[in-house]
């Protein structure tokens, strides 16, 4: 699980806006490539290929990361560590019981976490759920310029935002709150 790039760069005097510049890794999205799906709003989980379910867990620099973590990638400005801690231990396991109980079928990959007690339910759905990302809402009409972009974004509150998939496999993603920090 690398982090995925948002498709604008941030502001540097303020982090919570994005600038017009496309970020490097993310041009491919304003050529046309890749496909836009759903953004959903929760905590990603991971279903490994031996059965096992993990938690995304950012560990802050400096801090004791906890036992079974897997890092994956280490942020150099922020000294901030991504990676997976096996998802029993995290803060979500209860809930994450719940929304696997309510699963018919896992297959290895990854998955958003939503529910009542997960940010809130920013989705709506009522009860606790694992959604996999392989099957996520791919939308149609989304623009790929920077205006456009952000004129459908705060069109569209109920999405947290939008994520582009490559079939090469790089993501990229823009959020609803980046459209609305950067007006």
Excluded at 110 to 134: F, I, Q, S
Aim: proline share 9%; glycine share 8%.
């Amino acid at each position: 699980m690398q982090k995925i790039p948002t498709l604008f760069r941030r502001d540097p005097g303020d982090l919570r806006r994005v600038t017009r510049e496309v970020h490097p890794a993310c041009q491919w999205v304003l050529d046309g490539e890749g496909a836009p799906t759903r953004k959903y709003d929760g905590t990603c989980v991971r279903l490994d290929e031996s059965g096992a379910w993990w938690a995304r867990r950012e560990v802050k620099a400096g801090k004791t990361a906890p036992a079974g973590f897997e890092p994956v990638q280490t942020d150099p400005a922020t000294g901030k560590t991504v990676g997976w801690e096996p998802v029993a231990q995290s803060a979500f396991a209860k809930f994450f019981d719940e929304a696997r109980d309510r699963l018919p079928a896992p297959v290895p990959g990854t998955y958003e976490l939503c529910g009542p007690k997960v940010n809130g339910d920013p989705e709506r759905l009522g009860e606790h759920r694992l959604v996999p990302h392989a099957t996520a809402e791919e939308f149609e009409d989304v623009p790929r310029d920077f205006d456009g972009l952000m004129t459908w974004l705060r069109a569209h509150p109920e999405f947290e935002g939008v994520v582009w998939h490559h079939p090469d496999g790089r993501m990229a993603k823009l959020k609803h709150r980046d459209a609305v920090a950067s007006t």
